[in-house]
């Protein structure tokens, strides 16, 4: 079982930050650029217009292509006032390709997602396309979606870190980041482990529950220097309820998950748990790929 030895601090020079001008992807905006703020980062905000299968650009395509190359130097404005470097990118093309093309052109660290709009981003959330895109990255990517801009457009930094596991070796890289994030906010991480409903009155349910607290305490163990705090959770019941819950609950600035990198959106939790989470959490979500 993978345990964190020694935590590296994370770097962030490069956020690419994918926007479809919604309320949603605003809110993205506006939670990359506080990252950006944060760690000294370069912020790339790029649009894809999807190409709809043509063979290449054509008028229509190219006056949008324009028009969005505008729309985006307007919210470029916003990271110069705040004296953030950026970049704009305006692309035609299939969304997850793209998407991988820029990540790898400009060496970005972390990519952030609106989940809603008219176009595009709003196509992010839908089996093959999510599939796609999450196979893709192999940078962390965080997730803002229907039920978190309104806290996003808040900015407010990651101090309450809520870290779903399921104990498996996926979680080990989730763990730096859950790790350098607390520390960086001096904040306070929740670790959770959800079980079967039907485990709650089995006899061996005591028993059960110090071995899994034990493996937890073991992946991610009290910070020696006391920069952050943790606490470790057991739960029975349906993993993106309960995950959900205690999130809304506890009013979680961010919620980590680990993903496997053969299945994309299938998240260290058992089944869809990453894209549920994804989806209903009021808070965003960064899931990291092993």
């Given at each position: 079982m993978?345990?964190l ?10 956020i690419?930050?994918a926007v ?20 000294g980062?370069t ?14 650009p054509d008028?229509?395509s190219?006056?949008?292509l ?15 006032f ?7 990118n ?9 998407l991988?093309?820029?990540?790898r ?8 997602l ?6 595009g ?15 893709g ?7 803002v979606g ?13 101090r309450?870190?809520l ?5 498996s070796?996926q979680?080990?890289r989730?763990?730096?980041?859950v790790?350098?994030l ?11 482990h959800?079980?079967p409903?039907?485990?709650e ?12 607290l034990?493996?937890?305490?073991h ?11 943790v ?10 309820e ?16 680990g993903?496997r990198?053969?299945?994309?959106m299938?998240?260290h ?13 009021a808070c ?6 092993s």
């Amino acid at each position: 079982m993978a345990t964190l030895a020694l935590a590296p601090e994370i770097k962030i020079k490069n956020i690419l930050v994918a926007v479809d001008f919604s309320e949603c992807s605003r809110a993205a905006f506006n939670q990359a650029l506080n990252l950006a703020t944060q760690f000294g980062s370069t912020l790339h905000l790029a649009h894809v217009l999807e190409s709809e299968g043509r063979s290449g650009p054509d008028r229509k395509s190219v006056e949008l292509l324009a028009e969005t190359d505008q729309k985006l130097r307007a919210w470029g404005e916003t990271a110069r006032f705040r004296k953030v470097p950026y970049k704009i990118n305006a692309v035609a093309g299939d969304l997850p390709k793209e998407l991988e093309s820029l990540t790898r052109e400009f060496d970005i660290d972390l990519v952030v997602l609106g989940t809603r709009g008219h176009t595009g981003l709003d196509k992010l959330m839908l089996g093959s396309t999510a599939e796609a895109v999450f196979r893709g990255l192999d940078r962390p990517v965080l997730t803002v979606g229907p039920f978190a801009p309104r806290q996003c457009l808040e900015c407010r930094e990651f101090r309450k870190v809520l870290f779903p596991t399921d104990l498996s070796p996926q979680a080990a890289r989730a763990t730096i980041y859950v790790d350098a994030l607390a520390r960086k906010h001096h904040g306070h991480v929740t670790m959770v482990h959800v079980l079967p409903k039907a485990l709650e009155n089995n006899p061996d349910a005591p028993m059960l529950c110090q071995i899994y607290l034990n493996q937890m305490r073991h992946i991610l163990p009290p910070d020696p220097g006391h920069a952050y705090t943790v606490d470790y959770v057991l739960r029975f019941g349906e993993s993106t309820e309960e995950v959900v819950n205690l999130a809304s609950g506890w009013e979680a600035d961010l919620i980590v998950l680990g993903v496997r990198k053969a299945r994309a959106m299938a998240a260290h939790l058992p089944g869809h748990t990453a894209y549920g989470v994804m989806t209903q959490a009021a808070c965003p979500v960064l899931t990291v790929r092993s």
